[in-house]
């Protein structure tokens, strides 16, 4: 027993080391990444580091006390992607300050804007496109992808985005407002409600 509790000790204590260098590593190399794209940040946490592509003339800025997660070490959900930032050429996306996310994807063709106090669960994946044209014709030439459809997403303070839901395109998510685990938002919520499922639908209101 005695021997079980050493090893118990020496175990939890190498964690505790590792753990402790492991951070720094990950803040320097998210330091490097995001210092590299030319992102606008602030003061930062996070665990592992994200994958991260802007685009020149692409805007990418990031508020104080911003926190994110990357891989299921940092939030054990069943999620094990990195987070993903995409920023095209003349596209916008800022998100504002003491916004948490964790394993997200955030894909800006035109204009993403995450206010203040915001949560993005595991697994959240923000569109401000289609992505393809919605003409098959078009989408079986070369031009399909100068003819995708873009439209601005806004998701604002304090909103709470569930783990696993997706946001598309044209969306703007409420004050205080929360999007249950698993949906897809097709439309604009209001403030100060809950949306649920796919297509995500009027719950209830928060009060």
Partial sequence: MKLKLLFKIIFKTLRKVLQFLVKRYDKFICYIIFTGNGVCFGKFKSTGFPYM?????????IGENFSMHNGIKGNPIGFYDKC???????????????????????????EIVIGDFVKIGGGVKIFDTDFHSLDSNIRRS?????????????????????AGS??????????????????????????????????????????
């Fill in 142 to 162: 070369k031009e399909d992808l100068k003819h995708k459809i873009k439209a601005s997403v806004l998701i604002k303070d304090n909103a709470f985005i569930g």
């Fill in 53 to 61: 592509m802007i685009a020149r003339r692409g805007n990418f800025t």
């Fill in 84 to 110: 993903t930032f995409f920023v095209d050429k003349d596209a916008r996306l800022i998100i504002g300050n003491n916004v948490g996310i964790s394993q997200a994807a955030l894909i800006c063709y035109k």
């Fill in 166 to 207: 997706i946001i598309l395109k044209g969306v703007a998510v409420g004050k205080n407002s929360i999007i249950g685990a698993g949906s897809v938002v097709t439309k604009s919520v209001p403030d100060n409600q809950i949306w649920a499922g796919n297509p995500a639908r009027f719950i209830k209101e928060i009060k």
